[in-house]
């Protein structure tokens, strides 16, 4: 078998920027792909922590994301999250390219919610909210400066520090107008004045319960919530969720992965028969509410990291 060749982080930001890789997202759903065809994630206990295997295929190509989650090593200075993706060739199934998991992950999940934002929020944004100071919360920011021109973001997060740090990130990305940021803790009271004003919200954290109120979102304003894949954790109440027009990326993975809107149907919020797919969106079938919020959940899928990577294999 001939070495596959390795694409690090740097490599895979220099071959595919977060526009394109929105774009790369979009056309395959408008292309009519099902993402109901991919199998569900795999999930293993080891040791402490977890693996996650993540297998998808297309007409020309086959790969596969193996994660690790170790919660235990940030104490170690290590990262919690560690992830390679492996492309193959679709009809012999060798493996051509390896790449650094971890970068695709933090190059689709923003893409595939900015393909969400690009549909569900109002034309003109001027306030976006972001939960969270990871590099998803910089990342979702960094999409959205692509497909809107907000003048202030407003980074939330646990820690003062981190999350001061996220928002001075933000002030440095290239941006076609002025663009204030300003970093609040989650406990202060400007964060719902905040939430109130804004028309999009993301929830990028690892919080296991909602993390703001369910009547702070105003009617038309669009919430992207992407922090879990688990069907007991939510970063979004039933309350919100049962007002909104809800989207998600596939209606059986959300049954299986996306707990606040498994939470918010077991609490009779929410009927499952009006969540809408990603895919009715892109294709016009759904359109944007603006007499109720627009909730998309995503809990990230096999085919996003794909289409990623069939890219970067080409490149």
């Not at 497909?147 to 407003?154: D, F, G, H």
């Not at 001075?168 to 400007?190: F, M, Y």
């Not at 509410?289 to 080409?314: C, Y």
Request: net charge negative.
């Amino acid at each position: 078998m001939q070495q596959p060749r390795w694409v690090d982080a740097t490599t895979l930001r220099r071959s595919l920027s977060p526009d394109r890789a929105r774009r790369l997202i979009r056309q395959e759903l408008a292309d009519g792909f099902d993402p109901s065809g991919d199998p569900p994630r795999l999930a293993a206990g080891v040791g402490d922590g977890e693996l996650l295997v993540m297998p998808s295929s297309t007409r020309t190509a086959a790969g596969v994301k193996v994660v690790s989650v170790a919660p235990g090593n940030p104490a170690r200075g290590l990262e919690r999250i560690q992830a390679v993706y492996v492309l193959m060739d679709a009809e012999t199934l060798t493996p051509s390219v390896l790449i650094d998991g971890a970068a695709v992950t933090s190059l689709r999940t923003p893409a595939v919610s900015a393909v969400a934002i690009d549909a569900l929020a109002p034309p003109d944004v001027d306030s976006v909210v972001v939960f969270g100071s990871g590099p998803q919360a910089l990342g979702h920011v960094e999409a959205l400066l692509a497909i809107r021109r907000p003048s202030s973001v407003t980074v939330v997060g646990r820690r003062a520090d981190p999350t001061r740090s996220t928002a001075q990130r933000i002030s440095g990305l290239p941006t076609n107008g002025r663009l204030e940021t300003r970093a609040l803790t989650v406990d202060e009271p400007e964060v719902e004045r905040a939430v109130r004003g804004a028309q999009v919200v993301v929830a990028a954290t690892s919080a296991a319960t909602p993390v703001l109120g369910d009547d702070w979102v105003a009617d038309g304003a669009c919430v992207v919530a992407v922090g879990s894949h688990e069907a007991h954790r939510r970063e979004l109440g039933s309350g919100l969720v049962g007002r909104s027009l809800v989207v998600v990326e596939d209606g059986a993975t959300a049954h299986r992965e996306a707990g606040d809107v498994i939470l918010a149907a077991a609490q009779g919020a929410l009927d499952w028969a009006e969540v809408c797919t990603l895919s009715d969106v892109v294709t016009g079938r759904v359109a944007r509410a603006t007499d109720r919020p627009n909730v998309f959940k995503s809990v990230g899928m096999a085919w996003q990291d794909l289409v990623i990577a069939e890219h970067v294999g080409r490149v």
